[in-house]
């Protein structure tokens, strides 16, 4: 167990709808990743946030958008959800506030999207 | 543009035949290449985080290595349990991301 939690484990919809994944990453942890990962792609880095700013920005879609909270949690936001956005997506978290900036990062369980 | 690529695809061993699975990496300016266990639909497990060239851990049945240009994952007596598909992934000074390569599948038979 990473301690980093995902919710919900599994969400199906419908195209055009609009979801919002969660995560807490570990207990200290001020940064947020999120990765998408489809058969075709496989991992792929979409943003990060660092105790409550974005920091980084990959390849993510303009339908998509994230936030995290002063409580470190953070919310990923897909809309207009379209076949192709069917994959799973993972949170990660590192850089703990006792220990500055670390390198490693710990995944979550992740959410199985499916889109119909 | 960062590039991770693992070799081979996939790996079926028979329990106690051990082997390499290799990572070839082509940054700009390495700061970490790390390595993950990834069980079918969960999610990425840590294993390793490698530095500098030279550099090797161990864990278990598990020893990664690093060079200026590859790391490979050595697996000495595999037992089934250590199924699962390898990752490997580098993050660079200027970035804070990490890229992750296709991952190897590695099938342990008993």
């Known amino acids: 167990d990473s301690g980093v939690t995902q919710t919900p484990k599994h969400l199906i919809t419908a195209t055009g709808q609009r979801v919002t994944l969660r995560c807490s990453p570990r207990?200290?942890?001020?940064?947020v990743y999120w990765y998408q990962q489809s058969l075709d792609q496989g991992l792929q880095f979409l943003i990060q946030?660092?105790?409550?700013?974005?920091?980084a920005k990959g390849n993510i879609l303009e339908r998509f958008s994230a936030q995290q909270f002063p409580d470190l949690h953070s919310e990923l936001n897909l809309s207009s959800l379209e076949l192709g956005d069917s994959a799973l997506y993972f949170c990660?978290?590192?850089?703990?506030?006792?220990?500055?900036?670390?390198?490693?990062?710990?995944f979550g369980p992740g959410t199985r999207l499916t889109v119909l | 543009e960062d590039q991770v690529t693992q070799s081979p695809e996939a790996l079926r061993l028979q329990e106690g035949e051990s082997s390499s699975l290799n990572c070839s990496y082509t940054?700009?300016?390495?700061?970490?290449l790390f390595w993950y266990r990834q069980d079918p639909g969960k999610g990425p497990e840590f294993l390793f985080t490698?530095?500098?060239a030279g550099e090797e851990k161990e864990k278990e049945r598990l020893k990664a290595t690093l060079t200026k240009k590859e790391s490979f994952l050595h697996i000495t007596a595999p037992k089934p349990e250590d199924s699962a598909t390898y990752l490997c992934?580098?993050?660079?000074?200027?970035?804070?991301?990490?890229?992750f390569g296709a991952g190897t599948t590695v099938t342990v038979r008993a």
């Open positions: 207990s200290g942890d001020l940064s």
């Open positions: 490698l530095y500098s």
């Open positions: 990660a978290s590192s850089d703990r506030v006792d220990r500055g900036v670390t390198d490693t990062q710990y």
């Open positions: 946030y660092y105790n409550g700013e974005e920091r």
């Open positions: 992934a580098v993050r660079t000074y200027n970035d804070y991301k990490l890229s």
């Open positions: 940054v700009s300016g390495l700061r970490g």
